[in-house]
């Protein structure tokens, strides 16, 4: 491709923390791998916390008292967009709508007493024994974070390669995937023609 086109369609900015057109590139492959991984992992998370909230809270927890006034206007702004795409509002359409921003800070301090150890077994049913590796909602937290980022930046269409931070990514993701179940980490590898 020829330099002013990449500049043109492409721009300067863009390519600027690349060392080359051939990183550039990688990295849109490597991106498209990704999509995949977190998409699975994005729905698996959402529908394992939506059940376990209908189960718990209510089949109507997304108007709980239980949630903080920040989560109550995610789901606010969710409603509005459905509204605004004159689609009916109903629940599965707001957990599709509501971000992966919204799953994630479910398990930050200010929801500990929503998510102990009992809750979190639920939302991951196959979650190692504590004898065998301790994960607590801090320790999921700290994950669920470092994934939201890094799905921020493939959905964004940022720099994920050669960056010390996501070395491990994918291995972290399947590990995550696990502790729902092994056949969705299984599905995912074999979307991914990974082996099994």
């Known amino acids: 491709m020829r330099d002013d086109i990449k500049s043109k369609f492409i721009s300067d900015i863009r ?5 080359d057109f051939d990183e550039y590139k990688q990295n849109i492959k490597d991106s498209e791998e990704y999509y995949i991984l ?4 994005e729905i698996s998370l959402r529908n394992s916390i ?3 909230f209908r189960e718990k809270i ?3 927890w997304l108007n709980s008292r239980i949630l903080h006034q920040d989560t ?15 689609e009916k509002i109903s629940h599965d359409k707001i957990i599709a709508e509501l971000s992966f921003g919204f799953w994630t800070s479910l398990f930050r301090k200010s ?6 150890i009992k809750d979190i077994k639920y939302i991951f049913p196959n979650i190692p024994k504590k004898s065998e590796k301790l994960i607590t909602r801090y320790v999921l937290d700290k994950e669920l974070n470092k994934i939201r980022k890094f ?11 050669n960056k010390n931070d996501n070395l491990n990514m994918k291995e972290d993701i399947y590990s995550l995937l696990t502790y729902f179940d092994d056949e969705i980490c299984v599905f995912a590898k074999e979307l991914l023609n990974e082996p099994i």
């Open 15 to 19: 390519l600027s923390p690349y060392k």
């Open 151 to 161: 799905r921020n930046r493939v959905f964004h269409y940022e720099k994920i390669i």
């Open 58 to 60: 209510s089949k109507d």
């Open 50 to 52: 939506d059940n376990y």
């Open 38 to 41: 977190l998409s699975i992992f």
């Open 72 to 86: 109550k206007q995610r789901i606010i702004e969710s409603k509005n967009k459905i509204s605004q795409r004159k």
């Open 111 to 116: 929801y500990s007493n929503l998510f102990r």
